[in-house]
Nanobody, 117 residues
Framework: VQLQASGGGLVQPGGSLRLSCLAS????????IGWFRQAPGKEREGVLC???FRVYSDNGRFTISRDNGKNTVYLQMNNLKPEDTAVYYC????????????????WGQGTQVTVSS
């Protein structure tokens, strides 16, 4: 099982980034996938999760989507703020539904997002 996150970088406040999570070693559409982030000195927190039976979800500034044919889950981040600076991780939940961080089975390696002028 492998989850490979990519797409991070340096962006100015108000800018956008799209992160990708390429999954391998399992059937993507059988599992919920979550994006988490961890800022320096802070605990890892959930950003968005998408269950196996959905292809799109958003919380306003961020949108999570999945393309099962490409084995990829995306996190579109718009209107980024300095407080969004963190390492972003994608992760596989234990089943088809989203749950807490305690229910994470596999983690990706993380990609750094820095929002700064």
């Amino acid at each position: 099982v492998q989850l490979q996150a990519s797409g991070g970088g340096l962006v100015q406040p108000g800018g956008s980034l799209r992160l990708s999570c390429l999954a391998s070693g399992f059937t993507l559409n059988d599992y919920a996938i979550g994006w988490f982030r961890q800022a320096p000195g802070k605990e890892r927190e959930g950003v968005l999760c998408i269950s196996s039976f959905r292809v799109y979800s958003d919380n306003g500034r961020f949108t999570i989507s999945r393309d099962n044919g490409k084995n990829t889950v995306y996190l579109q981040m718009n209107n980024l703020k300095p407080e969004d600076t963190a390492v972003y991780y994608c992760a596989r939940h234990r089943g088809p539904g989203c749950g807490t961080i305690a229910g994470i089975m596999d983690w990706g390696q993380g990609t750094q997002v820095t929002v700064s002028s």
